[in-house]
T-cell receptor, first 117, second 111 residues
Framework: DAMVIQNPRYQVTQFGKPVTLSCSQT?????MYWYQQKSSQAPKLLFH???????NEADTPDNFQSRRPNTSFCFLDIRSPGLGDAAMYLC????????????????FGPGTRLTVL | KQEVTQIPAALSVPEGENLVLNCSFT??????LQWFRQDPGKGLTSLLL?????REQTSGRLNASLDKSSGRSTLYIAASQPGDSATYLC??????????FGAGTILRVKS
């Protein structure tokens, strides 16, 4: 089945130790997104790639970076995790843009729960 | 800045009951609206996408409506089942490929 895959499902890191979260998709979608979701809160968009074009949200901390080496893969790098970065990180894809009369659905992976010690 | 509100924050109903979840948004200039389901500790599952030109969408026991002029969407669940227990999130689709989420409604269906 075509899907969005996130690895690992659970990640534990130490305060200040860089960590990378991985997302892959078999949907061949053009757009890939990264969200942060803290406990009992709504998901918050960090950034997204439309093909190779990177779009950063204005309030995303510089500590968060992303790479998309090809259509199928997208990575979230947290350069120096702090205790406040502990959260569920969700990857999502869409075939094209979300807006307009032919707006596309967004499909989510299962998430990676990050713990910072 | 768009704000999305969901009411109620939590809901507990007996099995078989029909129920309505509400979603409101402050800026009516949205493109589309999407409803999701999230099970504890899991990712989001798309339930329904309502295009800007549509007023409602149906999938099985689910029906979602959209009234852009009043800034409201509702999700109707018919004949609720224990397996429907989850958090339901609505999200408005904004310019720049952005979803703005509500905080969700936690639904518990008791058998």
């Amino acid at each position: 089945d075509a899907m969005v895959i996130q690895n690992p499902r659970y990640q534990v890191t130490q305060f200040g130790k860089p960590v990378t979260l991985s997302c892959s998709q078999t949907l061949n979608h053009n757009v890939m997104y990264w969200y942060q979701q803290k406990s009992s809160q709504a998901p918050k968009l960090l950034f997204h790639y439309y093909d190779k074009d990177f779009n950063n949200e204005a309030d995303t901390p510089d500590n968060f970076q992303s790479r998309r080496p090809n259509t199928s893969f997208c990575f979230l790098d947290i350069r120096s995790p702090g205790l406040g970065d502990a959260a569920m990180y969700l990857c999502a894809t869409s075939r094209g843009g979300l807006a307009g009369g032919n707006g596309n659905e967004q499909f989510f992976g299962p998430g990676t729960r990050l713990t910072v010690l | 800045k768009q704000e999305v509100t969901q009411i109620p924050a939590a809901l507990s109903v007996p099995e078989g009951e029909n129920l309505v979840l509400n979603c409101s948004f402050t800026d009516s200039a949205i493109y589309n609206l999407q409803w999701f389901r999230q099970d504890p500790g899991k990712g989001l599952t798309s339930l329904l996408l309502i295009q800007s030109s549509q007023r409602e969408q149906t999938s099985g026991r689910l029906n979602a409506s959209l009234d852009k002029s009043s800034g409201r969407s509702t999700l109707y669940i018919a004949a609720s089942q224990p397996g429907d227990s989850a958090t339901y999130l609505c999200a408005s689709v904004e310019y720049g490929n952005k979803l703005v989420f509500g905080a969700g409604t936690i639904l518990r269906v008791k058998s």
